[in-house]
């Protein structure tokens, strides 16, 4: 029997939201990419194709959105604990992983992005 380990990944989820501490960010709303990665033990949804077994990667969108576009941040670190925290509010996600990108926020660079990790394990 094979192991059921899912990995759910959503990829750069391209929203708006208030970010920063410099007067110019707090005024005007900038894009931000959102990849997230969650992993759960699917062997119950694999086997009975059961919606309420899963992980519903919509209700997690949703929340994301919601969160987000409803927020002001100053700090990069606090809106990525934010996300990583709706990532793993349900029970079944053994490991979360978010990565935020803040496009243009260095001039020659691409973006700047910041990412944290959750691990089950690590708290038991």
């Known amino acids: 029997m094979p192991i059921g ?3 759910i990944s959503i ?5 708006r939201t208030y970010i920063g501490f410099n007067p110019e960010e707090r005024e ?3 894009d931000i990419v959102i990849n997230a990665e969650m992993r759960y033990d699917a062997v119950a949804a694999m086997h009975s194709d059961n919606v309420d077994q899963a992980v519903d990667y919509k209700v ?6 919601q969160h987000v576009e409803n927020n002001r941040f100053q700090l ?8 990583l925290n709706i990532c793993c509010e349900s029970d079944a996600i053994e490991y979360a992983s ?3 990108d803040k496009p243009h926020a260095l ?3 691409d973006s700047v992005a910041l990412n944290m990790c959750y691990h089950k394990s690590q708290l038991q």
């Open 107 to 109: 001039r020659f660079a």
């Open 5 to 7: 380990l899912a990995t």
């Open 98 to 100: 978010v990565t935020i």
């Open 60 to 65: 997690i969108t949703k929340s994301i959105i």
């Open 76 to 83: 990069l670190e606090k809106l990525v604990g934010d996300v």
């Open 28 to 30: 005007k709303q900038q």
């Open 11 to 15: 990829k750069n989820l391209r929203l």
